[in-house]
């Protein structure tokens, strides 16, 4: 298939695939933090992917998000949520973006730890390369809270707890959706991301998921498609022209499923499942529309609300767990068909 013809499914897909802050924030927090007015009166390729929300009157925190980016509806509906509770309660709220970039980020820790903000929450653009910037925000006695992709052992003590997804437990359901839909086994092919801790866990839970019947699955390939539609698209035509009788593909969540999706639509062939985690809109719009075999819910609106209720606690003097995993499940087409338009 030729790559012109590639290229532009993978740009059409990308722009419903994909949803936030597209450019690379290289603002300090200080220059992030104008307000929405004025940030409303500069030209659209001007403005900052940092927002900042002035507190209503007799507002007392200031929280901020740093996410590993915001070219995604996941870690956009995350933001939407903390904008929303900041925004009802009077709080001060920014959000930056580092669009993966681990230096951008580090950057962002450095700022934001020199800002005075009472609670941080913190999405790793590298599980293993942060320690710096949580120090940094630590030093300043600012709690950490670490939500949806957990920080290597290793840094746990820098952050008062960890709010995710069971990524493991949502690996496991989309192995054992597979196994019971390819009870002979067959030939599959892997898209992971592994910098990212919480994607490292969801291959670990598929891979356990499949139980007895792993011995049956030969993988093929496993490759790393960093979370992303455009990257994924053409690693999984490689593919599936590399191996004919591929029979499915594990991503690691939507978007690389998505382009795991138009791979097997470029291909002309017909058959190859697709199994995801995450159940974005576009995610059960992919189920419903046939493209996706199987996929299961990651939850960000319920990290967000969750993370913001212990930031609260925790400025209250109350003790939180250092860890809590909310349950992922299954998105059946009568899931994906009510909850079409919403993330969970």
């Known amino acids: 298939m030729k790559k012109t013809f590639t290229t532009l499914m993978a740009l059409t897909l990308a722009a419903s695939a994909l949803a936030g802050c597209g450019s690379k924030a290289t ?26 929300e002035a507190p ?15 070219n995604n509806t996941f870690q956009a509906a995350m933001n939407d949520t903390f904008k929303r509770l900041c925004q009802e309660k009077g709080y001060n709220y920014v959000c930056l973006d580092p669009d993966y970039d681990l230096n951008t980020q580090l950057s962002q820790m450095a700022d934001v730890a020199n800002q005075g903000f009472d609670a941080v929450f913190v999405i790793p653009v590298d599980s293993a390369g942060i320690r710096q910037g949580l120090e940094q925000i630590s030093e300043k006695n600012i709690p950490i809270l670490n939500v949806d992709t957990p920080v290597i052992d290793e840094d746990l003590d820098l952050v008062k707890t960890v709010i995710a997804t069971d990524a493991y437990n949502a ?22 991301f592994p910098s990212n801790e919480s994607c490292v866990n969801r291959v670990a839970g598929f891979l356990d998921g499949l139980g007895d019947a792993k011995d049956k699955f030969e993988i093929v390939a496993q490759q790393d498609g960093a979370a992303a539609l455009d990257v994924s698209m053409p690693i999984a035509e490689d593919i599936i022209q590399a191996n004919p009788e591929l029979d499915a593909f594990f991503c690691i969540n939507d978007p690389s499923a998505l382009g795991a999706a138009a791979a097997i639509k470029a291909s002309g062939k017909t058959g190859i499942g ?55 499940f299954l998105v059946d087409k009568e899931k994906a068909e009510a909850t079409l338009n919403d993330w969970q």
């Open 27 to 52: 603002e300090t927090t200080a220059a992030a933090a104008t307000t929405t007015a004025a940030e409303s009166s500069a030209p659209a390729d001007t403005k900052a992917d940092a927002e900042t």
């Open 56 to 70: 209503a009157e007799g507002g007392s925190y200031s929280f901020a998000f740093l996410p590993n980016t915001q």
């Open 171 to 192: 690996g496991t359901l989309v192995g054992q959706q597979m196994a019971a839909d390819y009870p002979d086994g067959g030939k599959i092919a892997i898209l992971d």
């Open 274 to 328: 697709v199994y995801s985690i995450d159940a974005s809109p576009d995610g059960k719009a992919a189920i419903l529309d046939g493209s996706f075999t199987a996929v299961a819910a990651q939850v960000p609106i319920g990290i967000a609300e969750t993370a913001f209720e212990k930031a609260e606690d925790l400025l209250a003097g109350k003790e939180i767990e250092k860890e809590i995993l909310l349950p992922s």
